[in-house]
């Protein structure tokens, strides 16, 4: 049980165009999902993290406008790069909770963009 | 604040002999502490976790981790290694009030045979 999905596993995009990345819980109720980016063999930066319903929380330095991120549902979350640039090339992970402020988390797979 | 820190950014071991990756802490409150493990190109993956209860905690694949609150350590370890044990290994703290995982920089764990 606990799976976490992301889709696509990869994707390569043209600078100033915007890309979609879905987070999925496939088993479970995910009250709060989490964004997570991660440069090769360096620690993950946790991005934002939302509440289904309500406006992601994002931490400082993060550019909201830039990387949106949407919880419509108990069982989805996206995060869409907008106006996407080569720096913002790199693995980015989700993951999901059941509830609010538990400490259990469920990644996914992982979700590799290459702006060119 | 809270903190975490892997002191190593690399650990070479031959296999089949011991392991042992550090990991402490900095946390205001009983810690609750996790190992995961990343294989190139993947998620991470949940090797064990600290709540409360034995400081000596069993996980997956064989690998232990000592909880040692003196020493605000969680190092953890494996008694023999695999070249297959060679990834990326990330210690986290769970901070309570922001309700988000803090992780250390990670080891790279090389495993030869």
């Known amino acids: 049980g606990a799976v976490v999905s992301q889709h696509p596993s990869w994707v390569i995009c043209k600078s100033g165009t915007s890309v979609k990345i879905e987070c999925r819980s496939l088993d479970f109720q995910a009250t709060t999902m989490f964004w997570y980016r991660q440069f090769p063999k360096q620690s993950l930066m946790l991005m934002a993290t939302?509440?289904?319903?309500?406006?992601?929380?994002?931490e400082q330095g993060v550019e909201k406008d830039k990387f949106l991120i949407n919880h419509a549902s108990l069982t989805l979350s996206t995060l869409t790069v907008t106006s996407a640039h080569p720096e913002d090339s790199s693995f980015y992970i989700c993951s999901a909770s059941a509830q609010t402020g538990v400490y259990e988390q469920y990644f996914g797979p992982g979700t590799r963009l290459t702006v060119t | 604040a809270q903190s975490v820190a892997q002191p190593e950014d690399q650990v070479n071991v031959a296999e089949g002999n011991p392991l042992t990756v550090k990991c402490t802490y900095s946390v205001s409150g009983n810690p609750y502490l996790f190992w995961y493990v990343q294989y190139p190109n993947r998620g991470l993956q949940f090797l064990l976790k600290?709540?409360?209860?034995?400081?000596l905690v069993k996980g997956s694949y064989g690998f232990e981790a000592e909880f040692n609150k003196s020493q605000t350590s969680f190092h953890l370890k494996k008694p023999s290694a695999l070249v297959s044990d060679s990834a990326l290994y990330f210690c986290a703290v769970f901070y309570n009030q922001g309700g988000k995982l803090i992780f250390g920089q990670g080891t790279e764990l090389s495993v030869k045979p």
């Open positions: 600290y709540i409360t209860g034995d400081n």
């Open positions: 939302s509440n289904e319903g309500s406006k992601a929380t994002y």
